[in-house]
């Protein structure tokens, strides 16, 4: 169906655009901040972390070769690494099998998470087609997204899992203050062990609408923020479903 051929062509231009991303960085990238901070940040937002990885943002020539309608409009790309302590499991659970469920957990960033629809592509592996509302910041208005998302062959080291998605041309229940925005996404989970991961997320967003590109770069931050929302979650439940387990072998240990 036209879906279909939609999403694919999408996401393949997305796996394309930023998989070397989620390894290194490239010549077409450039570090951002001073390497102040363990994530490379110049305000050292995000030196509460437990797993040292860069931050990166395009070059000014990578940035208008990537936009294809040839406009100047603000294209910003941020790559982050965490690791987090629970298995690749629960990561898959909470950010794919239960994506619409984002709003919960990432509220820096989500405001709505919808799932508009799911099929199953030329490849027999599962496609889900969201609407996104983005958290209303002061003075900007929310972005609006509709991207098509599905987990892809994991290439890594070891064991692992891969994701990747973008923004589709379809038909949203547009927000009234919102804009409608455009993006592409990666993320990999790397198996350090049976209950560590390294998982690493490139998200590259044109905000659209009016919106200087200070102000863009600005609120720019908050896209890495996702991964930490997503640390915080997942460690948490990790922990509660130990909790869990262990109570139910005192239970039946009790019972002999």
Request: hydrophobic share 35%; net charge positive; charged share 20%.
């Amino acid at each position: 169906s036209a879906l279909k051929d939609l999403s694919h062509a999408a996401i393949e231009q997305s796996i394309l655009d930023n998989e070397a991303l989620l390894a290194s960085s490239s010549p077409n990238t450039t570090i951002c901040g001073k390497l102040t901070g363990k994530m490379g940040d110049e305000m050292a937002l995000f030196s509460s972390s437990t797993f040292s990885a860069p931050v990166w943002q395009p070059s000014s020539t990578f940035s208008k070769a990537r936009n294809n309608d040839g406009t100047n409009a603000t294209d910003i790309t941020r790559v982050c690494k965490l690791r987090i302590k629970c298995p690749s499991s629960l990561l898959h659970r909470i950010w794919f099998v239960q994506h619409q469920l984002r709003s919960q957990w990432d509220t820096s960033s989500c405001q709505e998470c919808v799932k508009k629809t799911s099929f199953v592509d030329r490849n027999h592996q599962p496609v889900n087609v969201f609407r996104f509302l983005s958290t209303p910041k002061p003075m900007i208005s929310p972005r609006e997204f509709v991207y098509a998302y599905k987990e892809i062959p994991y290439t890594g080291p070891g064991k692992g899992r891969l994701y990747a998605g973008s923004s589709i041309d379809l038909p949203s229940e547009h927000q009234a203050d919102a804009v409608m925005a455009w993006l592409q996404g990666m993320l990999q989970i790397q198996e350090v062990n049976n209950s560590t991961c390294d998982v690493t997320y490139c998200i590259r967003v044109q905000p659209k609408g009016s919106l200087p590109k200070s102000v863009a770069l600005l609120a720019a931050s908050d896209l890495v923020l996702t991964l930490f929302s997503l640390r915080k979650r997942a460690e948490a439940m990790f922990v509660a479903l130990k909790k869990k387990k262990k109570m139910k072998r005192k239970v039946a240990a009790s019972k002999l």
